[in-house]
């Protein structure tokens, strides 16, 4: 594994990145910016949540990801009988030198990467267990605190909302995703490529591990170390303080929260782009990310038809 001093070191930098695409590329055809803004997350010590219909390759992108990084990975696949001690974990009786006692058997939140696998088919009380495991990194069972293994990440998937069956997900918690990923559906070349590849050949693709937890780490501290200028940091205040006061378009605005995000994942893409210092094309490809989830948009735009990523335009071109 190379190993990296600083920012400095951009061209390493280049290649370890570009060699991770190319050996998520094995697997995962296309959706070059979904992949992009999942390890954009990552480098931010941050969740996600990824939005598209069913069988677009979710799943699998995150499993891959996984693998390649070395990392432990488990899957939670929401429903709406599953409860909050599904995920967490419970104690249970078990018999130890003839006294039966109480041990605690771990949920599947106890891995790095946690795909919870269609979050809005879980009911709001299932939710809200995720939430103390996002911002905490730790999971509460009683009255015992348990620490979760570092880096942890909860990378969630949700169908559109106005599908059958699904809970929308309160404020709170989409708050603490630091991107909403949109994933669409391939062009009509890379679809032919995945026919290809998946109907004429059984064979699993061999990955080989190209980072670890300690590496992982390392990129995150660069991550941060990235310089960004002062009008470009006002740039950002300027552009969520906007989502508060244009009242004639979003009802209710982003929080700091989105502003810390909107920085880090600049200097992330930045990074991941081949650059020693954050650009305006960073802050702006990452605006949309950022505040598609954190905006709630009134009644007027809705009716002149604007999606919040239209809105995010405007506010951009502001």
């Known amino acids: 594994m190379v190993k990296i001093e600083g920012v400095g070191d951009i061209d390493k930098l280049k290649d370890v990145f570009a060699t991770l695409k190319k050996e998520i590329a094995k697997v995962i055809?296309?959706?070059?910016?979904?992949?992009?803004?999942?390890?954009?997350?990552?480098?931010?010590?941050g969740n996600a949540l990824l939005e598209?219909?069913?069988?677009?390759?979710?799943?699998?992108?995150?499993?891959?990801?996984?693998q390649i990084m070395d990392l432990q990975f488990s899957r939670i696949q929401s429903?709406?009988?599953?409860?909050?001690?599904?995920?967490?974990?419970?104690?249970?009786?078990?018999?130890?030198?003839g006294k039966k006692v109480f041990k605690f058997q771990k949920g599947p939140i106890f891995a790095n990467i946690v795909l919870a696998d269609e979050i809005n088919r879980a009911t709001p009380k299932t939710q809200s267990a995720l939430l103390e495991a996002m911002q905490e990194r730790q999971v509460t069972v009683g009255n015992q605190t348990f620490p979760l293994d570092l880096p942890f990440f909860i990378l969630a998937t949700q169908n559109p909302i106005d599908q059958e069956g699904t809970y929308p997900l309160p404020e709170a918690q989409t708050d603490r995703f630091i991107f909403k990923i949109k994933v669409d559906y391939p062009t009509a070349q890379e679809e032919l490529d995945i026919l290809n590849r998946f109907t004429t050949n059984t064979q699993t693709p061999e990955l080989r591990v190209l980072l670890n937890k300690t590496s992982l780490k390392n990129l995150q501290m660069l991550t941060r170390e990235v310089p960004i200028a002062d009008d470009l940091k006002?740039?950002?205040?300027?552009?969520?303080?906007?989502?508060?006061?244009?009242?004639e378009l979003i009802e209710y605005g982003a929080s700091p929260r989105a502003t810390i995000a909107l920085i880090l994942a600049s200097k992330a893409h930045a990074l991941l782009h081949g650059r020693k210092f954050v650009s305006e094309k960073d802050i702006e490809a990452m605006a949309y990310p950022v505040l598609r989830h954190r905006i709630i948009l009134n009644f007027k735009a809705e009716r002149e038809g604007k999606k919040t990523d239209d809105v995010i335009k405007i506010l951009l071109s502001k």
Not at 34 to 43: F, G, K, P
Not at 52 to 66: D, E, I, Q, Y
Not at 80 to 90: C, Q, R
């Open 29 to 45: 055809i296309g959706q070059d910016d979904v992949v992009d803004q999942i390890i954009i997350s990552i480098l931010c010590d």
């Open 52 to 66: 598209s219909n069913p069988g677009m390759g979710k799943t699998l992108m995150v499993k891959t990801l996984a």
């Open 79 to 97: 429903t709406p009988d599953l409860i909050p001690s599904d995920i967490v974990g419970t104690y249970v009786i078990e018999e130890d030198k």
């Open 234 to 247: 006002k740039k950002v205040v300027d552009i969520v303080t906007g989502t508060r006061n244009r009242k």
